[in-house]
C-alpha cells in the first residue's frame, strides 16, 4: 500500500480543515465575529448552555456498561456507581436486543457463545427488573438501553414498566432513551431491522409519548457519535445530525399531536464523539449547539430558550483506542475527554483502555471514572465556562465547521434527506470513502498512531488481554425464557400482543400498547415477530458489504 | 496468474460494525483478489458458500465469542481440508494463540493492510509481485 497516497502539502485537520500556523482576528469570519462577545448561556449558545457553565452542574459521569446475565450487568452497574459514576447506562445483548429475537431464535442459538458478550440478555420485564435491582431509579439518572432503533420501545417499556411496579410516578422519572438512526442504520447495520420510514414513526411515538406522560425523560438520543465512528468527519457529523433532527421535527409537526417547542426541546439531547482532534471537536461542540439555535429558530420558529440550548453527551472515539500498548489508551481517553469538557458537554463516557479488545474489564471501567474525576477534582476545569471562547483558532474552527456542517446537511437534503441518504446508502458512501482515506493515511504514515506504526518497542510488563465475561449468560436465558412462558398468564400476554400487533399496523402511538404488553411478559422476540411481519426488512445498502 | 484467487469474508458473530472489514475488503479488491462479501453468516451457511464459491481462502470476521470462530474453522477443515482460514477483528491475545493452535492467522486491530494482502498472496499461493 505504499504507493497511493502523497502527504497532504499543509497540515490540516482530522476532517480536513487546513491549519495555519497561527491565527488572528480575520481568520474569524464576519459573522460570527458578531456573535464571538456574547457571553456563555446566550443565544446562540455556542458558548455553552448555562451562564456558570459547570459551577451550576459537573458534568454527568456516564459510562456504557453491561454483560452475561441481568445480575452481572446489575452488579457491574452498582460497581460503577459505588466509585463516581453519577449516571448509569444499560447495555442490552447485541444478538438478542438489536434483532429483536429470542435466545431460542437459530441465528442466536448458532452463536451461543457469543450471548452476553456486549450486554446483558433482557428477554421480558423479570429481566429488566433483575438488572434494575437494588438501584435507586427514582433518584439516579439512568439510560435504558434500546440505541438500535427497532429495539427503543421495548427497552423504554420495560424500563418504565419496572419503575411503575416500584410505585414510582413517570411523571417524575428522569433519563433517556436513544433510538439511534445511526447506529441502525449506519454504524452497526444487524442482521435484520425494520426500514426507515418505520423507524422514524416509532421514534415519533415515543417523543409523543414522553412528552404527554414523561417529561423529565429524554426520548430519543440522535448519536453523531455512531457516524463519526463509522467514518463520517466533524462537519459531516454535524451535517448529519442535524438532519436527522428535522426528519424526527418535520414529522412531529406533520402529525400535530405534540408542541413542536416541547418536542424539540426532547430532541435537543444529543450524542457526539470527541476523538484525538482536541481542538476540531471542542469546536464542533460549540458549533453544535449555535446550529441548533439556528435550526430552530429559522426552520421552526422556536422562542422558547430552554429549547434552544442543545445538551451534549459525548463518548470518546472508541476508534481511537489502539490494540497495541493499550495503556497508552489511558492517555487517549484522558486527552478526548478534556476535548468534550472544553467544548462544554453535559456528560461523559471514556472508552475503556481494552477498547480494541473487548468490552471494559471491571478495571477498565474504573480507570474510565477515574480520569473523569482527575479532570472533575484535580485541574480547577469546572470553575470558568468557554475557556476557548475568544481564541482566533477555536473561533475560526467553530465557525468553519458550521459553516461546512450546514453544507452537508443541504447535500443530504438534495438527496431527499436523512432517511432517504440512508436507504440509498449515499451516507455509507461518504463514510467508507473516510475510512480508506484515514487507514490509508496510516497506512503510508502520513499519521502516526503511536504504538501501531511507529514506536513499537513495548515495555510494559503486563498482558492487556480484555474481558472474558461469563460462560452462562445463555443457558440461563434459556431457562428465563422457558420460564417465563410457562408461568404467565398466557391468555392475558396473546391478547396484549394482539393488541401491539394491531397498534403497529394502525396508525395509533404503539407506546401505551408495549407498555400493556411489558406488563403482561410478552417477550422480546414474540415482538420482533410482530414487527417483522407488519413493517418488513430493510434492504441494507450495497456498500456496507454485510 | 490466471484468474484472480476468490476469497470470502464473512461475519461470525450478529454484529453490523463494518468499517474494519470494509477497509480489508477494499485492501484485498485493490490487491487484485476477487472478494466476496458474505455478511452475518452462522457456520454451516459459512461452509456452504464457501464451497459454492469455490473460494481460495476465507477471512473471518470477529466481533464475539472464540468458541464460535473455532466452530466455524473446524466445520470448513471437515468440508475442505486444505482451504486456508486467516481472521481479524477484536481478538485478544490468548484468543490469537487459540486460534494459531488452529493453524489460523490472526489479524487484530493495527495490523497494516500491507501485511493482510501479503497474507492473503501467501495463503492462497500467489507470488508477491516484484
Redesign the interface.
Known amino acids: 500500500?505504499?504507493s497511493s497516497s502523497a502527504p497532504p502539502a499543509t497540515p490540516i485537520t482530522r476532517s480536513g480543515i487546513p491549519l495555519k500556523p497561527a491565527y488572528g482576528p480575520e481568520d474569524v469570519p464576519a459573522g460570527h465575529r458578531a456573535v464571538m462577545g456574547t457571553l456563555p448561556g446566550q443565544a446562540p449558545f455556542h458558548r455553552g448552555c448555562f451562564p456558570q457553565g459547570y459551577r451550576t452542574k459537573p458534568w454527568r459521569i456516564f459510562q456504557l456498561s453491561g454483560f452475561g446475565k441481568p445480575e452481572d450487568e446489575n452488579e457491574r452497574i452498582k460497581f460503577l456507581l459505588k466509585h463516581g459514576e453519577t449516571g448509569f447506562l444499560m447495555e442490552h445483548d447485541?444478538?438478542t436486543a438489536?434483532?429483536l429475537y429470542n435466545v431460542d431464535h437459530?441465528?442466536?442459538e448458532?452463536?451461543r457463545?457469543?450471548v452476553g458478550?456486549?450486554g446483558a440478555v433482557m428477554q421480558s420485564v423479570r429481566d429488566t427488573a433483575i438488572c434494575l435491582d437494588g438501584i435507586p431509579i427514582e433518584t439516579t439518572y439512568g439510560h435504558a438501553g434500546g440505541a438500535v432503533v427497532q429495539h427503543g420501545p421495548f427497552a423504554l417499556a420495560a424500563y418504565w414498566t419496572v419503575a411503575k411496579r416500584r410505585g414510582i410516578d413517570l411523571a417524575q422519572l428522569g433519563g433517556t432513551g436513544q433510538s439511534d438512526f445511526f447506529l441502525t442504520y449506519l454504524?452497526?447495520?444487524?442482521?435484520q431491522q425494520i426500514p426507515t420510514r418505520a423507524g422514524l414513526r416509532l421514534n415519533a411515538d415515543i417523543i409523543e409519548f414522553c412528552g404527554r406522560h414523561l417529561p423529565k425523560w429524554v426520548p430519543v438520543s440522535i448519536a453523531g457519535y455512531n457516524g463519526g465512528?463509522?467514518?463520517l468527519n466533524a462537519w459531516q457529523e454535524l451535517g448529519a445530525v442535524m438532519a436527522n433532527a428535522i426528519e424526527y421535527l418535520d414529522e412531529v409537526k406533520r402529525r400535530g399531536n405534540l408542541d413542536l417547542t416541547a418536542a424539540a426541546y426532547r430532541v435537543g439531547g444529543v450524542n457526539f464523539r470527541t476523538t484525538m482532534e482536541i481542538f476540531e471537536d471542542a469546536a464542533k461542540l460549540r458549533a453544535a449547539r449555535k446550529m441548533w439555535h439556528h435550526l430552530l429558530t429559522t426552520r421552526y420558529g422556536i422562542t422558547d430558550e430552554r429549547a434552544l440550548r442543545m445538551r451534549i453527551h459525548i463518548v470518546t472515539a472508541g476508534?481511537m483506542m489502539?490494540?497495541?500498548q493499550p495503556f497508552n489508551n489511558i492517555v487517549r481517553g484522558t486527552l478526548m475527554a478534556l476535548s468534550a469538557v472544553l467544548g462544554g458537554t453535559q456528560s461523559l463516557g471514556v472508552s475503556g483502555y481494552d477498547e480494541?479488545?473487548?468490552i471494559p474489564s471491571e478495571h477498565a471501567h474504573q480507570m474510565s471514572v477515574r480520569i473523569q474525576q482527575i479532570l472533575q477534582h484535580e485541574c480547577n476545569l469546572q470553575n470558568v465556562a468557554d475557556p476557548l471562547g475568544g481564541s482566533y483558532y477555536v473561533e475560526a474552527m467553530t465557525a468553519e465547521l458550521e459553516r461546512r456542517g450546514w453544507e452537508f446537511a443541504a447535500e443530504i437534503a438534495a438527496e431527499g434527506g436523512f432517511l432517504a441518504a440512508l436507504d440509498s446508502g449515499w451516507l455509507h458512501a461518504k463514510?467508507?470513502d473516510n475510512?480508506?482515506a484515514d487507514?490509508q493515511s496510516e497506512?503510508d504514515g502520513h499519521r502516526l498512531?503511536v504504538?501501531?506504526?511507529e514506536f513499537r518497542d513495548d515495555a510494559t510488563p503486563y498482558?492487556?488481554?480484555?474481558f472474558p465475561?461469563v460462560n452462562d449468560a445463555y443457558e440461563v436465558a434459556r431457562a428465563r425464557l422457558e420460564a417465563v412462558k410457562r408461568e404467565r398468564h398466557e391468555q392475558g400476554a396473546l391478547h396484549a400482543l394482539k393488541d401491539l400487533e394491531r397498534a403497529c399496523r394502525g396508525s395509533d402511538n404503539v407506546m401505551p400498547a408495549m407498555m400493556a404488553a411489558l406488563d403482561a411478559e410478552v417477550t422480546l422476540g414474540e415482538i420482533g415477530d410482530v414487527y417483522r411481519s407488519v413493517f418488513g426488512d430493510w434492504r441494507t445498502p450495497e456498500?456496507?458489504?454485510? | 496468474m490466471s484468474a484472480s484467487p476468490r476469497i470470502l469474508?464473512v461475519?461470525?458473530?450478529?454484529?453490523?460494525?463494518?468499517?474494519g472489514?470494509?477497509?480489508v475488503?477494499?485492501?484485498l479488491r485493490?490487491g487484485g483478489f476477487h472478494v466476496i462479501?458474505g455478511?452475518?453468516l452462522?457456520?454451516?451457511d459459512i461452509v456452504r458458500t464457501a464451497l459454492d464459491e469455490d473460494v481460495d481462502l476465507v477471512g473471518l470476521n470477529v466481533g464475539?465469542?472464540v468458541?464460535?470462530v473455532e466452530r466455524v474453522v473446524t466445520d470448513l477443515r471437515a468440508a475442505r481440508p486444505e482451504l486456508p482460514v486467516f481472521a481479524g477483528g477484536?481478538i485478544?491475545?490468548?484468543n490469537c494463540r487459540r486460534l494459531a493452535a488452529l493453524g489460523v492467522e490472526t489479524y487484530?486491530?493495527?495490523s497494516?493492510?500491507?501485511d493482510i494482502?501479503a497474507a492473503a498472496r501467501r495463503l492462497t499461493g500467489q507470488a508477491a509481485p516484484g
Not at chain 1, 463 to 466: I, K, W, Y
Open positions: 500500500m505504499s447485541r444478538n438489536d434483532h437459530a441465528e442466536v448458532a452463536r457463545e457469543d458478550l456486549t454504524g452497526c447495520v444487524t442482521k465512528d463509522s467514518g476508534s489502539t490494540y497495541q480494541a479488545i473487548s463514510a467508507r475510512q480508506v487507514m497506512e498512531v504504538g501501531v506504526n498482558v492487556v488481554d480484555g465475561g456498500v456496507v458489504g454485510t | 469474508l461475519k461470525t458473530a450478529l454484529d453490523g460494525h463494518w468499517r472489514l470494509s477497509v475488503a477494499r485492501a485493490d462479501m455478511g452475518m452462522t457456520g454451516p464475539g465469542s468458541q464460535v477484536a485478544s491475545p490468548s487484530p486491530p493495527g497494516s493492510l500491507e494482502v
